[in-house]
């Protein structure tokens, strides 16, 4: 029997190295030796109370859902993909069979299988395996690194799309963590050029700058919604995005979207109920859309990487190697203001 690595979490706060058979593939699967791995906002989480929302840590876990990797081996019915070939693993894994998944909006099938999310296992180890209709193959100018950050991308894509983002339009985005600024990059490469970012950590804006912020605002210093106004000559921005996912910047959105502007939910809110000015919305007759997850937009993501429109690599704020995992995970809850993305190098 072969055997691998693999990072097991056995208790909150603690991942242990263990050793485990190495995953042959099923006929529609292809196997992949594992080279990047991003350290998700939920990782974290995991990690720190051992539960999400309603997904509770209720056995060991192998966490990493953000994965980049080189196809070591395929399943008979495998037809596309082949040994070599470098892949980004889309980590959820739909039924294929329920009513979202037959409309085409798969994010919200009841019955995924998604990696990382109790009780199924992550990319936390030297060898996945995964549906071959998951598994999207990367042109030769992209690294398996930037195939790991194309699942947040993916997040930002669903975010922009989901507010119906066009040419020209003007936003904001409130959080400047790795979700605002992949929803900032993703508007950008549609465009949307005329992103204002706001955040209280000034290495964050700093960072949103760097990337194409249009304008950045401090929220600690200044009236985020006075300068917000300033800056788009009373009006407001057509499109607001919430991804710090909290109750505070949740209660602005009402007030910096302009008159017939849409308002993007994508951080999750610790505490979900407050209170919110559904006045400013039938006033001024705007839209709140919602995401979860993503659907059908790898390839988007991975295009547009490929053409040099986004440069992902760029949310890398930290790396470790595979073997310092528990080092990784501790220092992203002791660093949350200076990280906005750690990746796991299992190459090193
Ligand atoms: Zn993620
Ligand atoms: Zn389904």
Redesign the pocket.
Known sequence: MEMMKAAVMTEVKKIEMQQREKPQPKADEVQVKVEYV?V???DVHYFEFGRVGNFVVEKPIVLG??CGGTITAVGSDVKKLKVGDHVALEPGVPCGKCEFCLSGRYNLCPDVRFMATPPYDGAFQEYVVHPEALSFKLPDNMSTMAGALI??LS?GFHAAKQSGAAVGQSAVVLGAGCIGLVTMMALRSMGVKKVIVVDLLPKRLEKAKELGAAAVVNSGETDAVKAVMDLTDGAGADLVFETAGSPVTSMMTSYLVKRGGTITLVGMTPKPEFNYNFGNIMDKEATIKSVFRYCNLYPTAINAVASGDIPIEKIVSDTFSFDEVQKAMQYNIDNKADVTKIVLDFTK
Do not use: I, N
Request: with cysteine; glycine share 22%.
């Open positions: 991003g998700c906002g939920s859902h953000e699942e947040p997040v």
